[in-house]
């Protein structure tokens, strides 16, 4: 596991630059793949039991372009800025509304912060809400399944909508 040891952070402030090869992390479960070593760098404020990591996960992934299917290389550079505290503290303290720094708050255990986790995170809140190949992109034929980015297909791609049969065959016969 990819873990920050917070017994090693000794002072208010230091600095965790690392690069990862692409194989320590998941895969994003068929979401992504990672195609690139994984770079990551951070600053770590302490404050008695508290963490503070502002930083960033830069990396290449393989994405499948929704229109063709196609895989494309997408470059991740996301920027983060998260609190951690113990996960002792983390009471559920029943139903309430949601502030802003639930939001950027995590939980620790057994002195440890889980770096996989963090930056799998920060891939999936990068991933655009549609990945597409190019803006360009032909996508495939709905009857043949031809890529039209490569090659044209002789189907007859114009659908008529079978509720409109009676109304069609009154234009005809005019």
């Known amino acids: 596991m990819l873990l920050l040891d917070l017994n090693k952070i000794r002072t208010a402030h230091e ?3 690392e690069v990862y090869p692409p194989e320590m992390l ?24 508290q963490f503070h990591l502002v930083g960033t996960v830069r990396a290449t992934l393989e994405l499948a372009c929704s229109r063709c299917l ?4 997408c470059t991740v ?5 998260l609190r951690y505290q113990p996960a002792t503290r983390n009471q559920g303290a029943g139903e309430r ?11 620790y255990q057994n002195n440890e912060i889980d770096l996989r ?9 990068a991933l655009p809400m549609k990945p597409l190949c190019s803006e360009t992109c032909k996508g495939l ?5 031809a890529n039209w ?6 189907c007859s791609n114009r659908w008529q909508d079978p509720r409109l049969a009676g109304l069609r065959s009154l234009t005809r016969d005019s």
């Open 117 to 125: 986790a963090l930056m799998e995170e920060q891939f999936y809140l």
């Open 26 to 49: 998941r895969t994003g479960g068929g979401t992504f793949r990672l195609t690139s070593p994984v770079s990551f760098a951070t600053d770590v404020y302490k404050d008695k039991d």
């Open 141 to 145: 034929c709905p009857t043949c399944g």
């Open 15 to 17: 600095r965790v630059e």
């Open 77 to 81: 550079d996301a920027s983060f800025d």
């Open 149 to 154: 980015n490569r090659a044209s297909c002789e």
């Open 97 to 107: 509304e949601i502030a802003e720094d639930d939001l950027t708050t995590a939980f």
């Open 70 to 73: 196609e895989p494309f290389d």
